[in-house]
Nanobody, 128 residues
């Protein structure tokens, strides 16, 4: 059975940093693109970043470009999201998800329904 488990969420002050982890199991990690989505209260779930199955391509939504960095450790089947310069607008539940199709620069507009596997989410709260 496929599982994605996020960790690393929490409460942080504006300007601070957090690193999220997404640990995968139960499916062929090397065949999937991994995404980070987020959903703020009252808003739709939106794509934040994605990384290719080989780890050599990554894309970001404009709202996080230059502040967030996605990376992967295929040996550990884990994807990370380093988040710097956090603002209250980054407050949301963050989810990782897997999709067998290629990562692209349209990450912000990709449909959540396209994802095959989802994690349970982790809350990020940024205080002002």
């Amino acid at each position: 059975e496929a599982h994605l488990v996020e960790s690393g969420g929490g409460l942080v002050q504006a300007g601070g940093s957090l690193r999220l982890s997404c640990a995968a199991s139960g499916f062929s990690f090397n065949d999937y693109t991994i995404y980070w989505f987020r959903q703020a209260p009252g808003k739709e779930r939106e794509g934040v970043s994605c990384i290719s199955s080989t780890g050599d391509l990554s894309y970001y939504a404009d709202s996080v470009k230059g502040r967030f960095t996605i990376s992967s450790d295929n040996a550990k089947k884990t994807v990370y999201l380093q988040m710097n310069g956090l603002t209250p607008e980054d407050t949301a539940v963050y989810y990782c998800a897997a999709d067998p199709w290629a990562c692209s620069d349209s990450v912000h507009s990709i449909a959540p329904s396209a994802m095959v596997y989802w994690g349970q989410g982790t809350q990020i709260t940024v205080s002002s």
